[in-house]
């Protein structure tokens, strides 16, 4: 292999359009802009979003809702889910996620335990938050809950 051999894959490189180059090419004369008008001028066209002066769709349709970019999310699970968890493990965020026990959010504030289901074996949770149910039927198992 040599240097001067070297050439671009297939398809790679695209030739550009040449415009105003006479009636042959497809694009002489009015360099494919049509006959005056707005779009034939330089500099010309419309904003995106304008519709020919009527009240635009962004403006006619009402708002609603809002974003709260401070919320925090959770990776929540239910204590059904932590009943065949063997006695004595510390279930932590790292335990859930290598088990897959929830399904993962993005850009989470850590775990939050519910209590929907029965807890049997006494077990240590470390979560970010927890609901009361979920907190008393740990520790009535014989866990703990720690809040982290």
């Known amino acids: 292999m040599r ?13 550009v359009k040449r415009l105003g180059r006479g009636i042959g090419s497809g694009t002489g004369k009015t ?43 959770y990776l929540i699970i239910n204590l059904s889910q932590l009943a065949d968890v063997p006695a004595g493990t510390v ?30 074996n006494a077990i240590t949770v470390k979560a970010a938050k927890f609901s009361e149910t979920a907190k008393a039927a740990i520790e009535k198992a014989g866990g703990t809950a720690e809040v982290l």
């Open 3 to 15: 240097i001067d051999t070297l050439s671009p894959a297939e398809g790679s490189k695209k030739a």
């Open 31 to 73: 360099s494919g802009k049509g006959h005056k008008g707005q779009w034939a001028r330089s500099g010309g066209g419309v904003r995106p979003g304008f519709e020919g002066g009527q009240m635009p769709i962004a403006r006619r349709i009402p708002k609603r809702g809002f974003h709260n970019k401070w919320a925090k999310t």
């Open 91 to 120: 279930v932590d965020y790292d335990y859930v996620a290598e088990n897959k026990l929830a399904k993962m959010v993005k850009n989470n504030s850590g775990l939050k335990v519910l209590g929907n289901g029965e807890l049997k």
